[in-house]
DNA sequence: GTCTATATGCGGATAGAC
DNA sequence: GTCTATCCGCATATAGAC
């Protein structure tokens, strides 16, 4: 009952490509290098590039997914229609930030050494600020928000920049050496902003939230 | 008249660090090796060794001057009274973030490949954190600033964060591949984090301010 | 598909002559 | 102080056998 030869194959396909994301989050992308990685499988630098010519194919793959992985979230901007929806996307969304962290940990690495890298960051960024102000958009029209058209530009625009830069921020503030994971305190430090510019009631219903984020 | 050769040696070490600190900032500090670095200054690499034994003690150099240029700003901190002070320190604060700006935008690969870095990156940020508490305090003891002690704390934060931070976002969001220095409408994106917490007189202030930073 | 073996180049670092 | 020459190791990438 082994498995057919091209069910094995798409199976070092996705087994390179987790084993990498996983040693990318945890050591860099600079860091990691295709004989690493490869030893890490357990194969062959030779197997290796007969899966992926490049490094910088398996970088784009692995952007590509993280773009994917957004993308159902972002889709639910509509469906924003009060401060814990809002919650709940930043929430996903930190998740999914978490799980592919090496993309904004290293952009800097990824932007310059992989021209398509580039690209497809700056179209997530851009996609996530458009996304962003629509959902804030539908919460000031719902009159949660309370915010003009600048600070609702603004607004999102610091989302966006926090939630990309923030695990960065975070790993270089803390004292230990790891990655401490706490998306609750990424999603609550961004909620921060919102905070000013709510309702009475949805700044009740935040700083409920914000108990059960301290410690 | 040529120089007495302890002056000529002192000017070789001053021209590696400058140039040093150019490069790091045009390429990221991961890409200029110290080969690249010899080769710019048009010395050699052994003469570059005479100076510097390791990459790590050029670094170390650098992030110890960015630390020196960072103090006097952040002994104003007494001295902050109206909100035009504030606005001041930022300005000054982020002219020298933009100076050493591979400080920050190559933060994770200097913590992780040289560990004296590491510790000097997180003192600077502790640092940080703590002297901007200290402003918002103080502005907040004059009336100008309506916050509680947890606000405090997380509005610090929250500066810090954005003032650390920016540089990377900004550069990985523009379309164009050179950094755009823009250190104004870095200091205006913090100032508008003020901005809800502040009083009416104040605000008004800002307004104007604002009103400079845009196009 | 997967391996072994290897080309080629660049990185940091250094010895020893001048 | 500065140079030339060079060591060593690791990186990416690849050819060719199985």
Redesign the pocket.
């Known amino acids: 009952m082994t498995l057919p030869?091209?069910a094995?194959?798409?199976?070092?396909r996705e087994r390179i490509l987790r084993t990498c994301l996983r040693l990318f989050n945890d050591q860099g992308a600079a860091?990691?290098?295709?004989?690493?990685?490869?030893t890490e499988l357990?194969?062959?630098?030779?197997?290796?590039?007969?899966?992926f010519?490049?490094?910088?194919q398996i970088v784009e793959q692995l952007v590509r997914r993280f773009e994917q992985r957004l993308a159902p979230i972002q889709k639910s901007s509509p469906a924003i229609e009060a401060v814990d929806d809002f919650w709940l996307a930043l929430h996903f969304t930190f998740e999914a930030i978490h799980d592919y962290r090496f993309v904004f940990r290293d952009a800097d690495y990824l932007a310059r050494t992989f021209p398509s890298a580039r690209k497809r960051l700056q179209s997530i960024i851009a996609v996530s600020i458009a996304t962003t102000r629509a959902q804030c958009s539908t919460l000031a029209e719902a009159g949660i928000l309370r915010v003009n058209a600048e600070e609702l530009q603004t607004l999102a625009f610091h989302i966006v920049f926090t939630a990309t830069c923030w695990s960065v921020f975070a790993k270089l503030a803390a004292d230990d050496v790891g990655d401490s994971a706490d998306t609750g305190r990424a999603a609550y430090q961004v909620l921060t902003l919102l905070t000013p510019y709510l309702n009475e009631e949805s700044r009740h219903y935040i700083l409920y939230l914000r108990g059960k984020y301290r410690g």
Not at 31 to 38: C, D, E, F, I, M
């Open positions: 030869i091209a094995r194959a798409v199976n070092t860091t990691v290098s295709t004989n690493r990685l490869a357990d194969i062959s630098p030779g197997n290796l590039y007969y899966h010519k490049t490094k910088e």
